[in-house]
């Protein structure tokens, strides 16, 4: 796999496993409403942040460049 290809699917990786973790820091921020703002705000970015590698990764399979 070409290093571009990997860098997309790494990354794609570290911001996915970020998403599955902003329930539970969101969980232990309790009552501090201001974290709570802080990881919602963050996910929210990392969705789109995923949303962008994905369309990249696909662009990539469909133009037949993802090897």
């Given amino acids: 796999m070409k290093n571009h290809n990997h860098d997309l699917v790494h990354h794609l990786s570290e911001t996915t496993d970020s998403l599955w973790r ?26 789109g942040v995923e949303k962008a590698l994905l369309d990249e990764i696909k662009r990539h399979m469909k133009e037949r460049r993802f090897d």
């Fill in 22 to 47: 902003y329930d539970e820091y969101i969980k232990n921020s309790g009552e501090c409403e201001f974290c709570v703002a802080l990881w919602n705000k963050l996910k929210k970015t990392d969705e």
